[in-house]
C-alpha cells in the first residue's frame, strides 16, 4: 500500500487532500443547487397545470349543471302549459255546464285572460331559467380564465426560478463571458 494514499485516507494527506476535497465539495454543492432549481421549476410548473386542470374540471361540471338546468326548466316549461291548458279545458266545461255558451263576451274574456296568465308563466320560467344558464356560463367562462391564470403564474414563477439560478447553474451567464 502507497504511504501517501494511506495518510490521505486518514486525513494526512496535506494541501493537495485539501484542495480535492474542497473542489468536491464545491462540485457537489453546485450540483445539490442545480438539482434543487429543476425541482423548484418542475414543481411551479406543476402547480400551474394542476391548477389548471383543476379549474377545467370545474368548468365542465357547471357547463354539466347548465344543460341540466336547460333540460329541467324545458321540462317545468311544458308541465306549466300542460297545467294551464288542462285548468282553462276545465273552466271551458264549466262554463259550457252552467249554461255559458263558448263564444259568448264572458267566455272568450276568460279564456283570453287564462291564455295570458299562460304566457306569463311560460316567460317567467323561460326568464328565470335564461339568467340561470348565464349565471352558469359565467361561471364556467371565470373557471376556465382562473385555470389560464394559474398555468401562466406556475409558467413565469418557473421562469423566474430559472433565471435567478441562471449564474450558479451556469457560471458564465450574465457576466458577458464568450466562450469561443
Known amino acids: ?4 494514499g494511506a495518510l490521505a485516507a486518514l486525513g494526512m494527506g496535506g494541501a493537495a487532500t485539501a484542495a ?6 464545491t462540485t457537489a454543492a453546485s450540483t445539490l443547487s442545480t438539482i434543487g432549481t429543476i425541482l423548484s421549476v418542475g414543481g411551479t410548473l406543476y402547480q400551474g397545470i394542476s391548477g389548471m386542470q383543476a379549474a377545467n374540471a370545474n368548468a365542465a361540471a357547471i357547463e354539466a349543471q347548465r344543460r341540466d338546468e336547460a333540460q329541467l326548466n324545458a321540462v317545468q316549461d311544458q308541465r306549466t302549459r300542460q297545467k294551464m291548458a288542462s285548468q282553462i279545458a276545465t273552466q271551458r266545461a264549466e262554463l259550457a255546464a252552467r249554461g255559458v255558451q263558448l263564444d259568448s263576451v264572458t267566455a272568450m274574456m276568460l279564456g283570453q285572460t287564462a291564455a295570458r296568465e299562460l304566457s306569463f308563466e311560460s316567460q317567467s ?14 361561471s364556467a367562462r371565470a373557471a376556465r380564465a382562473q385555470g389560464a391564470s394559474s398555468l401562466l403564474r406556475g409558467v ?18 450574465m457576466r458577458g463571458e464568450q466562450r469561443a
Open 1 to 4: 500500500m502507497c504511504l501517501p
Open 156 to 173: 413565469i414563477s418557473a421562469a423566474g426560478d430559472l433565471v435567478t439560478a441562471a449564474p450558479e447553474i451556469w457560471p458564465g451567464f
Open 20 to 25: 480535492g476535497a474542497t473542489a468536491a465539495a
Open 125 to 138: 320560467i323561460r326568464t328565470t331559467g335564461v339568467a340561470r344558464d348565464r349565471e352558469l356560463s359565467a
